[in-house]
């Protein structure tokens, strides 16, 4: 299945923790993005990459940092876990960075910080 | 600073009927406008682009239409069916504007 698959899909944990999340697209696209959701339903961009190289990073605390080893992961390492931090984060690609296509997100990750 | 806005308040119609959400923008030109189906649980889902030139887009029972200088897109549901029921997004995007979402207007569709 083509798709934009993100791992785990839940995710509870205790402040002070330091946890990863997961992002893998089959797409051939180049450009990957993290977007968080909070529980007002907000879906807010954190980071976008475009062919491994950052090219958005919009004010997120520096605790949470991404890294692209290839154009077709994108993973989100996430430090000292607050209870702040406790959303759902969705994994998204798109064709390129021109922003003239439709993204496709993964299913979610639901970080919940105790 | 940009702004967008859906209707928070859900939407409730009768089957069959046409579902019509608003989405409105200020402060800024955004090229393109993007609108997404998400449904409980799961991530949002693509369902049509409209370019600025562009007054109006179709796809099966779905309208889109964007009128720049009232920095307005309406986007349509005809025939609609309880299976349509479910929060959509808009998100106006393109040139320098990286692609922001709205909240989202929940659809019932009441059978």
């Known amino acids: 299945d083509t798709a934009v698959s993100q791992t785990p899909k839940y995710l509870v944990t205790q402040m002070g923790n330091d946890k990863s999340i997961k992002c893998e697209q089959n797409l051939g696209h180049d450009t990957m993005y993290w977007y968080k959701q909070d529980s007002k339903k907000f879906l807010k961009i954190m980071f976008s990459?475009?062919?491994?190289?950052l090219i958005i990073n919009e004010t997120v605390p520096n605790r949470f940092s991404p890294k692209s080893p290839d154009k077709a992961h994108l993973n989100l390492h996430i430090n000292s876990l607050e209870l702040g931090d406790s959303a759902v984060y969705f994994c998204?690609?798109?064709?390129?960075?021109?922003w003239g296509d439709g993204y496709t997100f993964g299913s979610g990750t639901r970080l919940t910080v105790v | 600073s940009q702004k967008i806005e859906q209707n928070s308040e859900a939407l409730n119609i009768q089957e069959g009927k046409t579902a019509t959400l608003t989405c409105n923008y200020t402060?800024?030109?955004?090229?393109?406008l993007q609108w997404y189906r998400q449904d409980p649980g799961r991530g949002p889902v693509f369902l049509l682009l409209i370019r600025e030139n562009e007054k109006e887009k179709r796809k099966e029972r779905l309208k889109v239409t964007f009128d720049t200088t009232l920095k307005q897109s309406l986007f349509h549901i005809t025939a609609s069916q309880p299976a349509d029921s479910a929060t959509y997004l808009c998100a106006p995007s393109g040139g320098s504007y990286i692609p922001t979402f709205g909240r989202g207007t929940s659809l019932i569709v009441h059978p």
């Open positions: 990459y475009n062919n491994k190289e």
């Open positions: 998204a690609s798109s064709q390129d960075s021109s």
């Open positions: 402060n800024y030109s955004p090229a393109y």
